[in-house]
């Protein structure tokens, strides 16, 4: 039997739309045993049914792996544990559940993927790369994918231990392909400009520790836009972070939630936002979370 913990992520990171990530310290846990018949059965630690299996994304990612390799005869007793990581909240919810599925249809088939393996596998099922593959290696990585080649180049960034994620996660959601449909198809070149200067400059301010450039570096104009506008309470909350000490802050992936980033060592954040939240129409959830460096994690029970 096999234990598998999957972190969850934050994507595009203000300018770096389908191309940054970061992992974070909150996560789902699922566990795989092998059995001598081919059914393939799923049950919930909880004892509650929280998503049916023609929806559960570890369980199809499994089946998808499993059928792919020609080990679909293989039986298991799929076991979902604790899911801390909210379903649609722009969070990687869909990322987490795909490399767990990966994870363990790996196991069933006596670890035969590689790394790079696993990553292309993800990478293919959920479309883009800058989720899946935080989410297996940890920290906050750049993807890219090669549009010829089908490769997924990569490059993983050392994010500050001494910055924290203030997370805002609302009680509602906003799902991707809805938030995909409100962006353009085309693009000014002031606005790629924007990005791109913008995205570099953040990505040499976290290098070399300059947080003063963060807040400026986080300006977006590629999505942020025009996915706010599905974000409710969003200009409030967002007026709201820059009144505080926050260093920057940004839509996380396709939204809704939203994070602020600030110093370990401020103590006032909660105590101004906590009372704030309560104001609100929707009830909004915050979660103080570090970043996670270890990524995907298994641990072997037999």
Excluded at 122 to 141: C, F, K, Q, R, S
Excluded at 204 to 232: G, M, V
Excluded at 271 to 299: D, Q, R
């Amino acid at each position: 039997m096999i234990k598998i913990k999957v972190p969850a992520t934050s994507a595009n990171m203000g300018p770096g739309f389908d191309t940054l990530g970061v992992a974070l310290n909150l996560f789902n846990t699922i566990s795989v045993e092998k059995t001598k018949d081919n059914v393939h059965s799923v049950s919930w630690e909880n004892g509650k049914v929280e998503v049916e299996d023609i929806d559960n994304y570890v369980k199809l990612t499994l089946d998808n792996i499993l059928s792919k390799y020609g080990f679909e005869d293989t039986g298991y007793n799929l076991t979902m544990g604790e899911c801390q990581i909210p379903i649609s909240r722009g969070l990687g919810s869909s990322a987490a559940s795909i490399v767990a599925g990966i994870f363990a249809a790996n196991y069933l088939m006596d670890f035969k993927l590689s790394t790079p393996e696993i990553i292309h596998l993800a990478t293919e099922i959920e479309g883009h790369p800058d989720n899946v593959v935080p989410t297996i290696l940890g920290n906050m990585v750049i993807s890219c994918l090669d549009h010829d080649s089908h490769k997924v180049f990569y490059s993983t960034v050392d994010f500050p231990d001494e910055i924290q994620f203030k997370v805002l996660i609302p009680d509602f959601r906003v799902s991707t392909r809805d938030a995909r449909k409100v962006l353009p198809t085309e693009y000014s070149l002031s606005q790629c400009v924007n990005n791109i200067s913008r995205v570099s400059m953040l990505i040499n301010a976290l290098n070399t520790r300059n947080y003063d450039l963060l807040s400026f570096s986080l300006k977006d104009e590629i999505h942020e836009p025009y996915r706010i506008k599905l974000i409710h309470e969003s200009d409030i909350i967002m007026q709201k972070l820059k009144e505080t000490n926050v260093v920057g802050s940004f839509i996380s992936g396709a939204g809704p939630t939203l994070i602020g980033l600030v110093k370990c060592e401020d103590t006032e954040f909660d105590l101004i936002f906590n009372p704030f939240l309560k104001t609100l129409n929707h009830a909004w959830m915050l979660k103080s979370l570090t970043v996670n460096k270890n990524g995907t994690t298994y641990e072997l029970l037999e």
